[in-house]
């Protein structure tokens, strides 16, 4: 009988996570019975004790959202380059002997996901980056890589930004990245991409004010719960394009996929299962 392999995601909460649903849905399409993914709620003080059971316990490898990303780094036996490049790991695989390697899919994901929809070159393009977090870490990096050269960062917090546009100039030093105060009123830009919570059910987000963005912008939400945020309603609005989380949460769990099983995610069939367990008949329709 073929061997049973459990992965898994962790998290502080983790009960809204979408990945077991789409990682199980992966295996029922492509007749991987022996294969499961569960969620497991781990607390942040409980980080290291949680990868020495998995260790123990011969699990292959899980999947880490908020708050452990970074924390996982030091953790890790190896990184992969994007992880050491953004500073934190959303992917781990533990071989058989209990070697602990880090990758982070985040990046590819969100840039796999804007080509679907924008195909211009991002060198000399104007780009508003919203948010300093661990999400936008991953974006910038895949836009830095994909050679975007005009990025300007945008947070609450401005040390953050500060921050991380420091950290991004050591390694892409003919690109920096401009730190910019937080404002609602977003301007002079062809790309926009929102990575703060701001627009989640539970964050009543201001409406933001587009009126001085270019007619030909385009407007990414990476947050897909709402699939309409205010700031994707207020872009629909002045009739630009926009895109919201889905395309990235898909297409950071098939990288992880590919790496766990060596097999390509049904991303088709995944894409179709997710909108319906959001409750989102087709999302182009709405989009
Ligand atoms: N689609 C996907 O695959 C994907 C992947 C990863 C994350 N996400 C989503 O991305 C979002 C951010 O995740 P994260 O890991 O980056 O979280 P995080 O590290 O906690 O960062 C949160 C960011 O949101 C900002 N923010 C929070 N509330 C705000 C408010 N009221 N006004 C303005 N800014 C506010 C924070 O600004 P301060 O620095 O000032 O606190 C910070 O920049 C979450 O909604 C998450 O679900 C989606």
Redesign the pocket.
């Known amino acids: 009988m073929e061997k049973t392999s459990i992965y898994g995601v962790i998290g502080d909460p983790i009960h809204h996570s979408l990945s077991p649903f789409m990682h199980q849905l992966a295996y029922t399409e492509l007749k991987m019975p022996n294969h499961h993914y569960l969620p497991f709620h781990v607390r942040a003080e409980r980080l290291a004790e949680a990868v020495h059971g998995m260790r123990a316990l011969g699990i292959a490898g899980f999947n880490a ?3 452990h ?1 970074e924390s996982l780094v030091p953790l890790m036996d190896a990184l992969d380059p994007m992880a050491e490049l953004i500073g934190a790991v959303n992917t781990v695989v533990i071989d058989p002997s209990g070697r602990l390697t880090g990758y982070n899919t ?1 990046a590819y ?2 840039i796999t996901s804007l080509r679907e929809i924008f195909s211009d070159p991002l060198r000399d393009l104007d780009i508003l980056v ?9 974006v910038l990096a895949g836009l830095l890589q994909e050679g975007a050269n005009r990025i300007t960062l945008m ?3 401005l040390s ?2 500060e921050a991380l546009a420091e950290r991004f100039a050591r390694s892409f030093p003919d690109q920096p990245v401009r730190p910019l105060a ?1 404002s609602n009123r977003l301007s002079g830009c062809r790309l926009v991409i929102n ?6 059910e539970d ?1 009543g ?1 201001e409406v933001p004010d587009l009126d001085d963005l270019e007619a030909e912008a385009v407007v990414y939400d ?3 719960a709402p699939p309409v945020t205010p700031l994707l309603a207020a872009a629909r609005m002045r009739g630009l394009r926009v895109e919201n ?5 898909i297409h ?1 769990g098939a990288r992880a996929f590919e790496i766990w099983t060596g097999r390509v995610m049904p991303v088709v069939a995944v894409r179709q299962g997710l909108r319906e367990q959001l409750g989102v008949a087709s999302l182009g329709e709405i989009m």
């Open positions: 959202t908020i708050p990303k985040d994901g969100f919203q948010g300093a977090g661990g999400a936008a870490r991953g947070n609450r917090t953050r930004a937080w990575t703060t919570s701001l627009g989640m964050e987000a990476i947050v897909y989380g889905l395309g990235m949460l950071q």
